[in-house]
């Protein structure tokens, strides 16, 4: 059974920071593309950071690049979201999902080439 989990989210004062994780089972988390996308309350989700297959690559939006950090544990089959700066926007359900592309690097624009998703976890940041 395909499962991932999503854990460390949080309430955060603004210019703090938070390490969100995503642990997956039932598949092989190193031929997938992870990435972690949000949603805030009245807004569509959008991707934050994602990475390639066998960590060969990552991306960030150009609102989280240089203030998020995303990267693997293959020995946990994990995927962290290190959040630093946070600010008031960064606000909203933070989802970590998987795509089973053996050659294509993972991308942020289209979620439905993502096949799993997680529950997700709320962040919170206060101003």
């Known amino acids: 059974q395909v499962q991932l989990v999503e854990s460390g989210g949080g309430l955060v004062q603004s210019g703090g920071s938070l390490r969100l994780s995503c642990t997956a089972s039932?598949?092989?988390?190193?031929?997938?593309?992870i990435g972690w996308f949000r949603q805030a309350p009245g807004k569509e989700r959008e991707g934050v950071a994602c990475s390639t297959s066998r960590d060969r690559d990552t991306m960030y939006t150009e609102g989280t690049m240089g203030r998020f950090t995303i990267y693997r544990d293959s020995a946990k089959s994990t995927v962290y979201l290190q959040m630093n700066s946070l600010h008031p926007s960064d606000t909203g359900v933070y989802y970590c999902?998987?795509?089973?592309?053996?050659?294509?690097?993972?991308?942020?624009?289209?979620?439905?080439?993502?096949?799993?998703w997680g529950q997700g976890t709320q962040v919170t940041v206060s101003s």
């Open positions: 999902a998987a795509d089973q592309a053996v050659v294509r690097l993972c991308g942020l624009g289209d979620t439905s080439q993502y096949e799993y």
């Open positions: 039932g598949f092989s988390f190193e031929d997938y593309n």
